[in-house]
Protein backbone atom coordinates (compact mmCIF):
# COMPACT_ATOMS: atom_id res chain seq x y z
CA UNK A 1 0.00 0.00 0.00
CA UNK A 2 2.93 2.68 0.95
CA UNK A 3 4.48 1.55 -2.55
CA UNK A 4 0.89 3.02 -4.05
CA UNK A 5 1.40 5.85 -1.95
CA UNK A 6 4.61 6.94 -3.07
CA UNK A 7 3.06 6.77 -6.54
CA UNK A 8 -0.08 8.36 -5.67
CA UNK A 9 0.98 11.69 -3.74
CA UNK A 10 3.35 13.24 -7.33
CA UNK A 11 -0.14 12.41 -9.19
CA UNK A 12 -1.97 14.47 -7.02
CA UNK A 13 0.71 17.12 -6.69
CA UNK A 14 0.64 16.84 -10.65
CA UNK A 15 -3.11 17.44 -10.74
CA UNK A 16 -2.69 20.50 -8.41
CA UNK A 17 0.07 22.62 -10.58
CA UNK A 18 -2.46 21.55 -13.48
CA UNK A 19 -5.15 23.16 -11.41
CA UNK A 20 -3.17 26.01 -10.21
CA UNK A 21 -2.23 27.35 -14.06
CA UNK A 22 -5.91 27.19 -14.86
CA UNK A 23 -6.72 28.76 -11.76
CA UNK A 24 -3.69 31.36 -12.30
CA UNK A 25 -5.02 31.90 -16.31
CA UNK A 26 -8.34 32.38 -14.61
CA UNK A 27 -7.04 35.25 -12.69
CA UNK A 28 -5.52 37.25 -15.30
CA UNK A 29 -8.14 37.22 -17.40
CA UNK A 30 -10.47 38.39 -14.84
CA UNK A 31 -8.32 41.22 -13.87
CA UNK A 32 -7.50 42.30 -17.34
CA UNK A 33 -11.59 41.58 -18.76
CA UNK A 34 -12.89 43.80 -16.26
CA UNK A 35 -15.02 45.97 -18.91
CA UNK A 36 -17.28 44.94 -21.52
CA UNK A 37 -14.49 45.77 -24.32
CA UNK A 38 -12.11 43.60 -22.84
CA UNK A 39 -14.03 40.44 -22.01
CA UNK A 40 -15.46 40.55 -25.39
CA UNK A 41 -12.58 40.54 -26.97
CA UNK A 42 -10.71 37.98 -25.12
CA UNK A 43 -13.96 35.78 -25.84
CA UNK A 44 -12.84 36.10 -29.77
CA UNK A 45 -9.75 35.85 -29.57
CA UNK A 46 -7.15 32.90 -29.52
CA UNK A 47 -4.20 32.01 -26.93
CA UNK A 48 -1.53 34.31 -27.72
CA UNK A 49 -3.76 37.39 -28.83
CA UNK A 50 -5.55 36.73 -25.39
CA UNK A 51 -2.08 36.60 -23.73
CA UNK A 52 -0.98 40.07 -25.33
CA UNK A 53 -4.63 41.64 -24.58
CA UNK A 54 -4.07 40.63 -20.88
CA UNK A 55 -0.09 42.11 -20.82
CA UNK A 56 -1.36 45.19 -22.48
CA UNK A 57 -4.39 45.52 -20.18
CA UNK A 58 -2.55 45.20 -16.62
CA UNK A 59 0.18 47.02 -18.19
CA UNK A 60 -2.05 49.95 -18.98
CA UNK A 61 -3.31 49.43 -15.35
CA UNK A 62 -0.20 49.55 -13.52
CA UNK A 63 1.72 52.30 -15.07
CA UNK A 64 0.20 54.78 -13.01
CA UNK A 65 2.14 53.69 -10.23
CA UNK A 66 5.54 55.05 -9.75
CA UNK A 67 8.40 53.03 -9.64
CA UNK A 68 9.39 53.76 -6.11
CA UNK A 69 5.67 52.40 -4.57
CA UNK A 70 6.62 49.09 -6.82
CA UNK A 71 10.43 48.70 -5.04
CA UNK A 72 8.19 49.44 -1.15
CA UNK A 73 5.43 46.94 -2.17
CA UNK A 74 8.14 44.49 -3.16
CA UNK A 75 9.69 44.89 -0.08
CA UNK A 76 6.71 44.64 1.89
CA UNK A 77 5.84 41.50 0.14
CA UNK A 78 9.19 39.76 1.44
CA UNK A 79 8.37 41.13 4.93
CA UNK A 80 4.91 39.19 4.89
CA UNK A 81 5.81 35.64 3.15
CA UNK A 82 9.35 35.85 5.98
CA UNK A 83 6.63 35.70 8.72
CA UNK A 84 4.50 33.63 7.03
CA UNK A 85 7.89 31.05 6.99
CA UNK A 86 8.10 32.35 10.87
CA UNK A 87 4.72 30.86 11.67
CA UNK A 88 5.84 27.51 10.36
CA UNK A 89 9.29 27.71 13.07
CA UNK A 90 7.04 28.86 15.97
CA UNK A 91 4.71 25.87 15.44
CA UNK A 92 7.56 23.58 15.00
CA UNK A 93 9.41 24.69 17.81
CA UNK A 94 5.57 23.90 19.82
CA UNK A 95 5.86 20.61 18.64
CA UNK A 96 9.87 20.43 19.64
CA UNK A 97 10.21 19.37 16.05
CA UNK A 98 12.72 22.33 14.56
CA UNK A 99 15.99 20.92 14.70
CA UNK A 100 16.72 18.78 11.45
CA UNK A 101 14.26 21.12 9.63
CA UNK A 102 16.40 24.10 8.50
CA UNK A 103 15.28 27.42 7.70
CA UNK A 104 15.41 26.89 3.64
CA UNK A 105 13.48 24.21 3.60
CA UNK A 106 10.68 25.55 5.86
CA UNK A 107 10.65 29.05 4.12
CA UNK A 108 10.07 27.29 0.94
CA UNK A 109 7.16 24.71 2.44
CA UNK A 110 5.48 27.95 3.61
CA UNK A 111 6.03 29.84 0.57
CA UNK A 112 3.93 27.35 -1.38
CA UNK A 113 1.53 26.52 1.49
CA UNK A 114 0.43 30.03 1.54
CA UNK A 115 0.73 30.18 -2.24
CA UNK A 116 -1.56 27.93 -3.20
CA UNK A 117 -3.70 28.37 -0.49
CA UNK A 118 -4.05 32.46 -0.97
CA UNK A 119 -4.78 31.36 -4.94
CA UNK A 120 -7.71 28.12 -4.40
CA UNK A 121 -8.75 29.27 -1.13
CA UNK A 122 -10.02 25.63 1.10
CA UNK A 123 -6.83 26.87 3.06
CA UNK A 124 -7.02 23.51 5.01
CA UNK A 125 -6.93 21.15 2.34
CA UNK A 126 -4.30 23.02 -0.43
CA UNK A 127 -1.83 24.41 3.17
CA UNK A 128 -2.54 20.96 4.41
CA UNK A 129 -1.78 18.45 1.92
CA UNK A 130 1.75 20.73 1.05
CA UNK A 131 2.90 20.56 4.59
CA UNK A 132 1.74 17.58 5.06
CA UNK A 133 4.05 15.75 1.85
CA UNK A 134 6.61 18.35 3.53
CA UNK A 135 6.98 17.56 6.85
CA UNK A 136 6.36 13.99 6.56
CA UNK A 137 9.25 13.84 4.65
CA UNK A 138 10.98 15.27 7.76
CA UNK A 139 9.84 12.43 10.07
CA UNK A 140 6.26 13.99 11.73
CA UNK A 141 3.42 12.40 11.98
CA UNK A 142 0.35 13.41 10.40
CA UNK A 143 -1.32 13.80 13.86
CA UNK A 144 2.10 16.56 14.38
CA UNK A 145 1.22 17.98 10.90
CA UNK A 146 -2.19 18.53 11.80
CA UNK A 147 -1.24 20.69 14.95
CA UNK A 148 0.90 22.85 12.94
CA UNK A 149 -1.77 23.58 10.15
CA UNK A 150 -4.08 24.36 13.45
CA UNK A 151 -1.25 26.48 15.45
CA UNK A 152 -0.41 28.43 12.05
CA UNK A 153 -4.53 29.38 11.49
CA UNK A 154 -4.12 30.09 15.15
CA UNK A 155 -1.15 32.42 14.53
CA UNK A 156 -2.97 34.40 11.66
CA UNK A 157 -6.36 34.54 13.41
CA UNK A 158 -4.34 36.05 16.88
CA UNK A 159 -2.90 38.64 15.02
CA UNK A 160 -6.11 39.62 12.97
CA UNK A 161 -7.94 39.99 16.72
CA UNK A 162 -4.92 41.59 17.94
CA UNK A 163 -4.51 44.33 15.46
CA UNK A 164 -8.60 44.70 14.50
CA UNK A 165 -8.82 45.38 18.28
CA UNK A 166 -5.84 48.31 17.76
CA UNK A 167 -7.87 49.73 14.61
CA UNK A 168 -11.04 49.94 16.59
CA UNK A 169 -9.52 51.58 19.72
CA UNK A 170 -7.86 54.43 17.77
CA UNK A 171 -9.94 54.54 14.36
CA UNK A 172 -13.84 53.33 15.46
CA UNK A 173 -15.03 55.55 12.45
CA UNK A 174 -13.53 52.80 9.99
CA UNK A 175 -16.79 51.30 10.56
CA UNK A 176 -18.98 53.97 9.61
CA UNK A 177 -18.79 54.11 5.47
CA UNK A 178 -19.62 49.66 5.45
CA UNK A 179 -23.15 50.61 7.23
CA UNK A 180 -24.27 50.49 3.76
CA UNK A 181 -22.99 47.07 2.84
CA UNK A 182 -24.32 45.91 6.28
CA UNK A 183 -26.62 46.74 9.32
CA UNK A 184 -23.96 44.61 11.34
CA UNK A 185 -21.62 48.12 10.69
CA UNK A 186 -24.27 50.44 12.23
CA UNK A 187 -22.93 51.23 15.27
CA UNK A 188 -21.53 53.69 17.32
CA UNK A 189 -17.83 54.80 17.81
CA UNK A 190 -18.06 53.90 21.25
CA UNK A 191 -19.02 50.26 20.94
CA UNK A 192 -16.36 50.22 17.92
CA UNK A 193 -14.15 51.12 20.85
CA UNK A 194 -15.57 48.04 23.06
CA UNK A 195 -15.58 46.30 20.42
CA UNK A 196 -11.63 46.41 20.15
CA UNK A 197 -11.20 46.04 23.73
CA UNK A 198 -13.19 42.97 23.95
CA UNK A 199 -10.59 41.54 20.74
CA UNK A 200 -7.25 42.71 23.31
CA UNK A 201 -8.93 41.22 26.47
CA UNK A 202 -9.13 37.91 24.17
CA UNK A 203 -5.66 38.14 23.20
CA UNK A 204 -5.08 38.85 26.73
CA UNK A 205 -6.54 36.40 28.20
CA UNK A 206 -4.88 33.90 25.46
CA UNK A 207 -1.06 35.16 27.00
CA UNK A 208 -2.42 34.78 30.86
CA UNK A 209 -3.69 31.13 30.11
CA UNK A 210 0.34 30.44 28.46
CA UNK A 211 1.93 32.40 31.60
CA UNK A 212 -0.21 30.19 34.18
CA UNK A 213 0.84 27.13 32.47
CA UNK A 214 -3.40 25.65 31.53
CA UNK A 215 -2.91 21.92 31.23
CA UNK A 216 -2.73 20.03 27.78
CA UNK A 217 -6.25 18.75 27.03
CA UNK A 218 -6.52 15.09 25.85
CA UNK A 219 -8.62 13.79 23.57
CA UNK A 220 -8.23 10.34 23.77
CA UNK A 221 -4.92 9.27 23.02
CA UNK A 222 -4.65 12.68 21.06
CA UNK A 223 -3.12 15.46 23.51
CA UNK A 224 -3.20 19.28 22.58
CA UNK A 225 -0.24 21.25 24.60
CA UNK A 226 -1.42 24.89 25.42
CA UNK A 227 1.50 27.22 23.77
CA UNK A 228 3.82 28.38 26.70
CA UNK A 229 5.13 32.10 26.86
CA UNK A 230 8.09 31.71 24.32
CA UNK A 231 5.69 30.68 21.72
CA UNK A 232 2.95 33.36 22.24
CA UNK A 233 5.58 36.06 22.38
CA UNK A 234 6.96 34.91 18.99
CA UNK A 235 3.57 35.27 17.90
CA UNK A 236 2.72 38.74 19.25
CA UNK A 237 5.62 39.90 16.51
CA UNK A 238 5.12 37.17 13.37
CA UNK A 239 1.62 37.57 12.70
CA UNK A 240 1.45 41.60 12.97
CA UNK A 241 4.42 41.74 11.15
CA UNK A 242 3.17 39.37 8.43
CA UNK A 243 -0.40 41.71 8.08
CA UNK A 244 1.31 44.77 8.27
CA UNK A 245 3.66 43.85 5.34
CA UNK A 246 0.84 42.07 3.43
CA UNK A 247 -1.11 45.45 3.87
CA UNK A 248 1.78 47.57 3.28
CA UNK A 249 1.75 46.45 -0.35
CA UNK A 250 -1.85 48.12 -0.86
CA UNK A 251 -0.59 51.02 1.27
CA UNK A 252 2.23 51.65 -0.88
CA UNK A 253 0.58 51.17 -4.18
CA UNK A 254 -1.55 54.22 -3.20
CA UNK A 255 -1.57 57.16 -4.50
CA UNK A 256 -0.39 60.08 -1.47
CA UNK A 257 -3.41 62.15 -2.29
CA UNK A 258 -6.42 60.56 -0.30
CA UNK A 259 -4.63 58.39 1.24
CA UNK A 260 -6.05 57.81 5.12
CA UNK A 261 -3.11 56.70 6.37
CA UNK A 262 -1.77 53.13 7.27
CA UNK A 263 -3.74 52.41 10.16
CA UNK A 264 -6.96 52.83 8.15
CA UNK A 265 -5.45 51.19 4.68
CA UNK A 266 -4.98 48.28 7.28
CA UNK A 267 -8.18 47.95 8.85
CA UNK A 268 -9.40 47.42 5.80
CA UNK A 269 -7.33 45.17 4.46
CA UNK A 270 -8.05 42.86 8.09
CA UNK A 271 -11.90 43.21 7.32
CA UNK A 272 -11.57 42.51 3.81
CA UNK A 273 -9.40 40.09 3.80
CA UNK A 274 -10.74 37.92 6.94
CA UNK A 275 -14.20 38.26 4.91
CA UNK A 276 -12.85 36.70 1.54
CA UNK A 277 -11.21 33.85 3.72
CA UNK A 278 -14.10 33.31 5.22
CA UNK A 279 -16.63 33.11 2.26
CA UNK A 280 -13.43 31.37 0.37
CA UNK A 281 -13.12 33.43 -2.02
CA UNK A 282 -9.90 32.94 -3.60
CA UNK A 283 -8.05 35.93 -3.25
CA UNK A 284 -10.96 38.30 -1.81
CA UNK A 285 -12.09 39.21 -5.50
CA UNK A 286 -15.05 41.48 -5.09
CA UNK A 287 -14.83 41.48 -1.67
CA UNK A 288 -11.62 43.97 -0.97
CA UNK A 289 -12.76 46.37 -4.07
CA UNK A 290 -15.96 46.86 -1.98
CA UNK A 291 -14.56 47.60 1.77
CA UNK A 292 -12.07 49.41 0.39
CA UNK A 293 -14.04 51.68 -2.08
CA UNK A 294 -16.40 52.43 0.91
CA UNK A 295 -13.67 52.88 3.45
CA UNK A 296 -11.40 55.53 1.60
CA UNK A 297 -13.84 57.57 -0.69
CA UNK A 298 -11.00 60.28 -0.93
CA UNK A 299 -8.97 57.86 -3.01
CA UNK A 300 -9.86 57.90 -7.00
CA UNK A 301 -11.40 54.25 -7.67
CA UNK A 302 -9.01 53.75 -10.46
CA UNK A 303 -6.31 54.04 -8.08
CA UNK A 304 -7.91 51.51 -5.82
CA UNK A 305 -8.22 49.02 -8.18
CA UNK A 306 -4.55 49.26 -9.51
CA UNK A 307 -3.36 49.24 -5.76
CA UNK A 308 -5.37 45.62 -5.41
CA UNK A 309 -3.79 44.95 -8.31
CA UNK A 310 -0.39 45.48 -7.36
CA UNK A 311 -0.99 43.80 -3.70
CA UNK A 312 -2.75 40.83 -6.00
CA UNK A 313 0.15 40.25 -8.73
CA UNK A 314 2.95 40.58 -5.53
CA UNK A 315 0.66 38.54 -3.00
CA UNK A 316 -1.01 36.03 -5.25
CA UNK A 317 -0.24 35.70 -8.51
CA UNK A 318 3.60 36.07 -8.43
CA UNK A 319 3.80 33.71 -5.64
CA UNK A 320 1.89 30.85 -7.54
CA UNK A 321 3.66 31.22 -10.21
CA UNK A 322 7.62 30.56 -8.43
CA UNK A 323 5.37 28.26 -6.73
CA UNK A 324 4.72 25.69 -9.44
CA UNK A 325 8.46 24.36 -10.11
CA UNK A 326 9.01 24.10 -6.30
CA UNK A 327 5.73 21.24 -6.09
CA UNK A 328 7.34 19.67 -9.36
CA UNK A 329 10.68 19.31 -8.42
CA UNK A 330 10.17 18.27 -5.02
CA UNK A 331 7.83 15.38 -6.26
CA UNK A 332 10.03 14.24 -8.92
CA UNK A 333 13.21 14.45 -6.27
CA UNK A 334 10.46 12.06 -4.12
CA UNK A 335 9.34 9.79 -6.67
CA UNK A 336 13.01 9.50 -7.43
CA UNK A 337 13.76 8.50 -3.77
CA UNK A 338 10.93 6.16 -3.88
CA UNK A 339 11.78 4.05 -7.08
CA UNK A 340 15.44 4.12 -5.62
CA UNK A 341 14.51 2.56 -2.31
CA UNK A 342 11.46 0.52 -3.60
CA UNK A 343 12.40 -3.40 -2.66
CA UNK A 344 12.23 -5.36 -5.85
CA UNK A 345 9.03 -7.54 -7.02
Known sequence: MKRYLDYLWPIIGLVAVVWSVELLWGKLKAEAGSDATVEALLENAGLWQSIKIIAHRIGHKIAVIPPD???????ATLVAYAALAWYDRIALI?????KGISWPYISLCSFVTYALSHNIGASVFSGGMVRYRA?????LTAAEVAVLVALCSFTFAFG???LMGLVLL???QILHPLERMSKWFAITDSTARWIGVGMLAFVALYTVGSWLRFKPLKIGKFEIIYPRLPIVARQYLAAPIELAGAAGIIYFALPEQGNPGFLIVLGAFLLSFSAGLLSQVPGGVGVMEAVFLAVMPGVPAPA???ALLIWRLFYLILPLVFSLPIVLAFERAQLK?????APPP
Open 69 to 75: AFFHAAL
Open 94 to 98: HLGKE
Open 135 to 139: YTAKG
Open 160 to 162: TIF
Open 170 to 172: YEP
Open 304 to 306: VFA
Open 337 to 341: RSTRI
